[in-house]
């Protein structure tokens, strides 16, 4: 009963709507000023402090921005890049790749090859001085006729046997073979050399001779390795694809290029060279029959380096380019057997109508002059003599009064009836074909007909048989390789006239050759200096050749790669490789201590 009258009185509950109205209405005017007060209020402030947060937050991004940049610039100041070990050097030079063996080396990627893959007695160093490499020390006798040279003990071939005294004498015996026929025979014929122990080597000259310690630069060959085959078949033998060398790099692959027009000789550094380990891992030489190409492999990044490249101006200017005078020279060679150049007044107009400075501007870079047949420097004193000064009128008149004359109404001169023509010959070389075009116009300026004739240098053996051998020219533009020592007997002394001789401007005179002869059998500086002044002087009187330049190597590279060229140290175009084994192709960052 008392739960019915409490559901009775749930049931009398009413709800009022009008009190319900105001209470929302209180409720809404309460929640408004709160919102007012407690937020509107507070946005308006937020709004007036705007620019003020607003510069605070710039100020602190620049100072976060000036921490970090002087961190990095911290970190910069003690950090830099050095050169580590491994590494691809990828190097162009002009073939081609014949043969490997030193014995028949002339092309520069074969004179190139014989130096990474073979050591040799002594080499030249970063001044361009005489040092040791595979050799200790050398003396010489009082008669200056024996000179004893002592070679290391660690010196190894790539198949682990030793190389001892037996190893050169064997090469010598090589090189002075007449059916070898190696390219060194000239120099070696008249000397004989003995093992008199495993590490000792005894050379005899027949007459002394000042300069002989920079013929010990050649390539010794292994003797376990050749010993068997026969003299005549050396160059054919395997060996010539598959050398076995002591040098700082091993031969891996003798390869054709994807290309097909060119080959790539794959070496690998020498882990017991004994002069220490290479720091590149690989060496790959490129030999290239055109300068062209080897632009273009530089340019497509198929090599990194090029030595000997002449049109560098076509390269980026990412690409560093050095210049290295090296001692040869380039020389306009006048055959005195030649009809026409046996008379000496035409040598002579050639001589004071060529305009030398001429044909230097003609070449694709500066190079130094040349007018003796030495390089610059190697003869001194005040009274060395001075060339001819060029002088068209004068050359016109020397060939006038040796008979050669413009007949009325014509550019040609003329004897007998027979013109004044000759016959120039060079190898395929943009220098050597500037230097021809320019010498051509200005010998035809003076009413001589000019024929010139290029050899492609690929073809090595048709330019050297039928061409020096032969002496088929009036005049050769060619290098002459003079060295470190001014010995130059083995192109102007009559005894080298010969077929096989480097006389190739068949030069003979009697006071010449005492000079020469003289100057290459004293040991005294200042004595060989005058003999040297005395034969300079007749050879310009002569004028069986004429000075032309210098020549330059040039070298283009990548700058991601090293080769450790120094300034001084390449007598030679191959002398480059000096120092070889410091050579690099990889970089790593460093920190340097404060």
């Known amino acids: 009963m008392a739960d019915e009258k409490g559901w009775k009185r749930f049931q009398r509950l009413g709800f009022d709507s009008k009190k ?220 010539s694809v598959s050398p076995v060398g002591s040098g700082p790099f091993t031969l891996r692959l003798l390869q054709i290029a994807p290309d097909r027009q060119h080959k790539i000789a794959n070496l690998s550094a020498s882990e017991n060279y004994y002069r220490g380990t290479p720091k590149l891992t690989r060496f790959e030489l490129h030999a290239y029959n055109e300068q062209d190409d080897m632009t273009r492999a530089l340019q497509t990044g198929e090599v990194n380096a090029a030595a000997g490249i002449a049109n560098a101006e076509a390269l980026p200017d990412s690409f560093v380019v050095k210049q290295y005078p090296i001692n040869s020279g380039v020389y306009a060679i006048f055959n005195a057997k030649s009809q026409i150049l046996a008379d000496s007044k035409v040598r002579k107009a050639l001589q004071v109508g060529t305009s030398t400075t001429d044909v230097r501007r003609s070449l694709n870079m500066p190079v130094p002059e040349l007018h003796l047949p030495f390089i610059n420097g190697q003869i001194s004193g005040a009274d060395v003599p001075k060339i001819p000064k060029y002088n068209v009128a004068q050359a016109k008149k020397l060939l006038d009064e040796a008979g050669w004359k413009i007949p009325k109404g014509q550019a040609i001169r003329q004897k007998k009836g027979v013109p004044l023509l000759l016959s120039v010959a060079t190898v395929k070389d943009s220098d050597y074909e500037n230097a021809l075009e320019e010498l051509a116009g200005q010998w035809r300026s003076l009413g001589i007909e000019v024929r010139t004739v290029i050899k492609d240098p690929s073809v090595t053996q048709d330019f050297v048989q039928n061409t020096l051998q032969r002496r088929d020219f009036d005049v050769l533009l060619y290098e002459l390789v003079i060295g470190v020592d001014p010995d130059v007997y083995a192109y102007w002394h009559s005894s080298q006239a010969s077929q096989l001789g480097y006389n190739f401007a068949n030069y003979r ?86």
């Open 20 to 239: 319900f109205s105001r209470r929302a209405r209180r409720a809404e005017t309460t929640t408004a000023r709160h919102a007012h007060k407690f937020v509107l209020s507070k946005l308006d402030s937020l709004r007036s402090a705007r620019q003020h947060i607003t510069l605070w937050l710039l100020l602190i991004v620049v100072l976060i921005g000036a921490v970090a940049l002087q961190m990095y610039w911290y970190q910069q100041a003690y950090r830099a890049t050095a050169w580590k070990e491994g590494g691809t050097f990828a190097e162009a030079v002009l073939g081609p790749i014949s043969t490997l063996n030193p014995l028949y080396a002339t092309t520069p990627a074969e004179q190139s090859a014989s130096k990474l893959l073979f050591s040799s007695l002594y080499r030249y160093d970063d001044t361009g001085n005489l040092a040791d490499d595979a050799a200790t020390s050398m003396t010489v006798s009082p008669d200056g006729k024996k000179y004893t040279v002592t070679i290391r003990d660690d010196v190894s071939w790539s198949d682990d046997v030793k190389l001892t005294a037996d190893d050169v004498v064997f090469t010598v015996d090589l090189m002075k073979s007449p059916e070898v026929r190696s390219v060194m025979y000239n120099n070696w014929v008249d000397v004989s050399a003995d093992a008199i122990d495993t590490r000792t080597v005894v050379f005899t000259l027949p007459a002394p001779y000042a300069s002989f310690p920079h013929a010990l630069t050649f390539s010794v060959l292994p003797k376990h390795v050749l010993e068997t085959v026969p003299a005549g078949a050396i160059r054919s033998n395997a060996f």
């Open 509 to 594: 005179n009697d006071i010449s050759d005492d000079a020469l002869a003289s100057a290459r059998s004293r040991s005294e500086p200042a004595l060989r200096n005058e003999k040297y002044k005395v034969f300079a002087e007749q050879w310009l009187k002569d004028a069986p050749a004429i000075g032309l330049y210098q020549v330059v190597m040039q070298y283009a590279y990548r700058p991601s790669v090293m080769p450790d060229i120094r300034v001084g140290g390449t007598p030679a175009e191959t002398d480059r490789y000096a120092d070889v084994i410091y050579w690099a192709a990889e970089q790593v960052p460093v920190y340097k201590t404060p």
